[in-house]
T-cell receptor
Framework: NAGVTQTPKFRVLKTGQSMTLLCAQD?????MYWYRQDPGMGLRLIHY???????AKGEVPDGYNVSRLKKQNFLLGLESAAPSQTSVYFC??????????????FGPGTRLTVT | GNSVTQMEGPVTLSEEAFLTINCTYT??????LFWYVQYPGEGLQLLLK?????DKGSNKGFEATYRKETTSFHLEKGSVQVSDSAVYFC????????????FGQGTTLQVKP
């Protein structure tokens, strides 16, 4: 049982390049989330999904797109990377009630630098 | 709107000192409250939680009590260890149908031998 895994762990992009971050979970969770972590700002929600084939915007969605074609996978795309997207990206998953009170399980993170 | 405010860090303590990290929240309804911990180079993991007023969450010697009257969820530990050095995040969930968490900005704890 690997939990939540993220690929890649590190990446350096040039401004304007594109990339996709992959999140996978093996806990059969319905809900998945993408956050970014920046110094002094905690974690901010980018996009989330409450089930296969569904996605929704979070707090800071601009410049990102997501897809949830399979229940276990949640992809985060950057179509044209900008230096402001330099951050650490975390994926998380959980199940809706009756699972106790929305504990989220986090992946190890992807450190992205855009030059 | 819903929000979480934590005391600013970094907090630097000597081993065996008493720890308090303050957390206050603003929310409609009756949120669930969480403390997550992030060790260097790792993702977040749940440390403890409380789901209704006056509940006390506890784990690994850490405790926090859900105080509705002061809208607070302060984290405490009686005797910290070097291995407790990490970033601590307070968070809330309003039990909507989205499961979204709202995080505080995080507090870095450094424990020196």
């Amino acid at each position: 049982n690997a939990g939540v895994t993220q690929t890649p762990k590190f990446r350096v992009l040039k401004t304007g390049q594109s990339m996709t971050l992959l999140c996978a979970q093996d806990m059969n969770h319905e809900y998945m989330y993408w956050y970014r972590q920046d110094p002094g700002m905690g974690l901010r929600l980018i996009h989330y999904s409450v089930g296969e084939g569904t996605t929704a915007k979070g707090e800071v969605p601009d410049g990102y797109n997501v897809s949830r074609l399979k229940k276990q996978n949640f992809l985060l795309g950057l179509e044209s990377a900008a230096p402001s997207q330099t951050s650490v990206y975390f994926c998380a998953s959980t199940s809706p009630p009756p699972h106790p009170h929305y504990e989220q399980y986090f992946g190890p993170g992807t450190r992205l630098t855009v030059t | 709107g819903n929000s979480v405010t934590q005391m600013e860090g970094p907090v630097t303590l000597s081993e065996e000192a008493f720890l308090t990290i303050n957390c206050t929240y603003t929310a409609t309804g009756y949120p669930s409250l969480f403390w997550y911990v992030q060790y260097p180079g790792e993702g977040l993991q749940l440390l403890l939680k409380a789901t209704k007023a006056d509940d006390k969450g506890s784990n690994k010697g850490f405790e926090a009590t859900y105080r509705k009257e002061t809208t607070s969820f302060h984290l405490e530990k009686g005797s910290v260890q070097v291995s407790d050095s990490a970033v601590y995040f307070c968070a809330l969930s309003t039990l909507s149908n989205t499961g979204k968490l709202i995080f505080g900005q995080g507090t870095t704890l450094q424990v020196k031998p």
